[in-house]
């Protein structure tokens, strides 16, 4: 019975992602069918950029400048994801401490070179009662930050008028600086644009877990770009598994399991491949939490 099949899928999702009812609600489409992924180009491609931040290692990423919290570390304000078609929403304690992280300043001085931190490009749209709108102006994607304290602190609202000493806050510049525009490639549409736009909407699958250690690293397979690696959480075969045949699967994508120890599972959306290598069994989830 359709119906039936419908609402068991949908408690699923909710299981699986953390959701209220009422979180549930805009993610169905007028058909009643669940709906984590962005028809909109640009907002993939937003969210694809944004993917390879949060899934970053401390201070590798070239945008994780900042002093404080590393991107990474942001994630320990998070409470779910909630995909929209115009826009990405993250639900997080004290939103717009975390939104200072993102917003990008630069380098003022003129005997230093020109440095950015945060996203490029990214502005300061909308400021609600409990929520954060920002605009990534070269993309047109939308990150909205919601407050899970059910409205927005005044102290770190405070933050995000605060830089320091030699760098100017770009949340409400209308245009790109230079040094922004030199980052260009990293919202560049790519094969797997699609496939890691559709991994953020479905971040808490890695996120949920305390320490789950989850970052994306340059792929050990020719012809692959990209691999992500977690210690704590799903089993890897069950991850594939969730990502392709569960309610919340992205639609379109197939997996196949590690072909032998040491090596990573593959999941694909028509040309894109991602590696994915996580514990394989629950004794090497445990060995990762004594080291």
């Not at 770009?170 to 790109?176: E, F, I, R, V």
Request: glycine share 8%; charged share 25%; proline share 7%.
């Amino acid at each position: 019975m359709p119906y039936t099949s419908d609402k068991a899928r949908r408690a699923q999702c909710r299981r699986l992602l953390d959701l209220s009812a009422h979180d549930l609600k805009p993610l169905l489409d007028p058909a009643g069918r669940l709906q984590l992924d962005t028809p909109d180009p640009a907002q993939q491609l937003f969210q694809a950029m944004l993917q390879l931040c949060l899934f970053s290692r401390d201070r590798e990423h070239p945008f994780d400048r900042m002093g404080g919290r590393t991107f990474p570390e942001l994630l320990l304000y998070y409470s779910v994801v909630l995909p929209r078609p115009d826009r990405l929403v993250l639900r997080m304690s004290c939103a717009a401490r975390v939104a200072r992280y993102l917003l990008p300043t630069a380098t003022t001085a003129s005997d230093k070179p020109a440095e950015v931190t945060g996203l490029p490009g990214l502005r300061l749209e909308m400021v609600g009662r409990r929520s954060l709108l920002m605009l990534h102006l070269p993309t047109g994607g939308r990150l909205e930050f919601q407050d899970s304290r059910g409205q927005l602190g005044g102290w770190d609202m405070g933050l995000l008028d605060e830089a320091e000493q030699g760098r100017q806050l770009l949340k409400a510049l209308t245009n790109m600086t230079p040094a922004e525009e030199s980052f260009a490639h990293y919202w560049a549409p790519t094969p797997c644009t699609t496939l890691r736009s559709a991994l953020i909407t479905r971040g808490h699958l890695w996120w949920s877990t305390y320490a789950h250690n989850a970052v994306t690293e340059c792929s050990r397979r020719p012809g692959g770009r990209y691999r992500i690696r977690w210690a704590q959480g799903y089993l890897m075969d069950a991850l594939g598994e969730l990502l392709t045949t569960s309610a919340v699967a992205i639609p379109g994508a197939t997996y196949t399991p590690s072909a032998c120890l040491g090596d990573a599972g593959i999941l694909r959306l028509a040309d894109a491949m991602v590696e994915l290598e996580g514990p394989r069994t629950a004794d090497e989830t445990r060995q990762d939490d004594d080291d």
